[in-house]
């Protein structure tokens, strides 16, 4: 199977930047593509950006469009989720995800992606 770790969560005032990553391990030549997926408190996890296994083709929800970029290492199975000028709103639990390739990939769903990391927590104050 396949572990995801996530890493790189933190405390920021609103404005600042952090940078998240995630080591897979295991069955890491079943991973495709990976994405970051956030929960804020009280509400459902939804996606927030996605990456091909390639890197070519992304995918960014609306409300982190040019602040957030994702990329990845595919030597180092590692995906990094860059988030920029942080706004409270952004404050959730940011989680890992890991699924079939892409183009199989109709919605961005919990149901979409098989594997997850424990998720790291995002705290942006005012």
């Known amino acids: 199977q396949v572990q995801l770790v996530e890493s790189g969560g933190g405390l920021v005032q609103a404005g600042a930047s952090l940078r998240l990553s995630c080591a897979a391990s295991?069955?890491?030549?079943?991973?495709?593509?990976m994405a970051w997926f956030r929960q804020p408190p009280g509400k459902a996890r939804e996606i927030a950006a996605a990456?091909?296994?390639?890197?070519?083709?992304?995918y960014y929800t609306d409300s982190v469009k040019g602040r957030f970029t994702i990329s990845r290492d595919n030597a180092k199975s590692t995906v990094y989720l860059q988030m920029n000028s942080l706004k409270p709103e952004d404050t959730a639990v940011y989680y890992c995800a890991a699924g079939p390739p892409l183009r199989s990939i109709v919605v961005h769903t919990t149901a979409s992606y098989r594997y997850w990391g424990q998720g790291t927590q995002v705290t942006v104050s005012s």
């Open positions: 295991g069955r890491t030549n079943t991973i495709y593509t």
């Open positions: 990456i091909s296994w390639s890197g070519d083709t992304t």
